[in-house]
């Protein structure tokens, strides 16, 4: 936290505003995803909301939607192809509708896997999200969650940011949603750049502190990640994995 501290000091002293979490972090500690949880710990620390956008260190506030899903009363789902960006906002905030056909709600990190899922699981209410989702983006997240009895397919990256977003959204989701991770890792064989040591300690830290009702799939998820060394972010393993996943539900093909 001290390390976040002084970096942050310095940019407000010199005038630096970041193009958000993961340019301060590669800025200061050498990689897009090392401390994108920066704007968490200086929220605990007591920095305001304003000096967090100085930096350029809110989180985004655009989520996309698509498949079976309204917002606002439009049918977006059906009249476009998905997922259509939005911004979301607290003083504007978007109400989404699943349908009662959904057989599933997908939360999703990874642009190209969303696109996958709307153009070939319609009955799917996809609502995807860059990176760490602002409290509003959340906030929709939660919406659909509450309006559907099927599962919950949560895919993020497997990496350290994904891990942060899965802790984010799964303490967020009601105790009765049917949660599935989706680890996009499995059976990935071509390792890219390893963790770091540091990395490597939060991933299992994550593990080890994990709560709520849906910890277990936290915890399993943060330690595969750890044990697998690597970071797996790249779109063909992602879009197959959550191919995989959904056509796995039942009534899938």
């Known amino acids: 936290m001290l390390a976040i ?20 972090s590669q800025t200061h500690f050498g990689h897009t995803k090392a401390r994108d949880d920066a704007p968490d710990l200086l929220r605990r620390a007591g920095v305001s909301e304003r000096t967090l956008r100085d930096l350029g260190l809110a989180r985004s506030p655009y989520v996309g939607l698509g498949g079976a899903i309204d917002v606002n009363g439009l049918p977006i789902g059906a009249a476009f192809a998905g997922p259509v960006r939005l911004r979301a906002t607290q003083q504007d905030p978007l109400i989404v509708q699943v349908h009662e056909r959904a057989r ?29 989702p602002a409290d509003a983006v959340l906030a929709v997240c939660v919406m659909a969650a509450t309006q559907t009895n099927g599962p919950i397919i949560v895919t993020p990256d497997a990496d350290l940011g994904g891990v942060r977003i899965a802790d984010r959204l799964l303490t967020a989701l009601p105790a009765s949603s049917i949660v599935h991770l989706v680890d996009v890792g499995v059976g990935t064989s071509a390792p890219t750049t390893a963790f770091s040591v540091a990395s490597l300690d939060e991933l299992n830290r994550i593990g080890g502190a994990a709560h709520g009702p849906h910890a277990a799939h936290l915890t399993a998820f943060a330690l595969a990640v750890a044990e697998r060394g690597f970071p797996v972010e790249q779109e063909a393993p992602i879009r197959a994995a959550l191919s995989v996943a959904i056509a796995g539900l039942p009534g899938g093909e």
């Open 104 to 132: 599933a709600v997908l939360l999703v990190e990874n642009l190209q896997a969303a696109e996958t899922a709307c153009d070939a699981f319609p009955n799917i209410a996809v609502v995807w999200f860059a990176g760490q």
């Open 5 to 24: 501290a002084v970096a942050a000091a310095s940019d407000l002293l010199t005038g630096v505003s970041h193009d958000g979490p993961r340019a301060f």
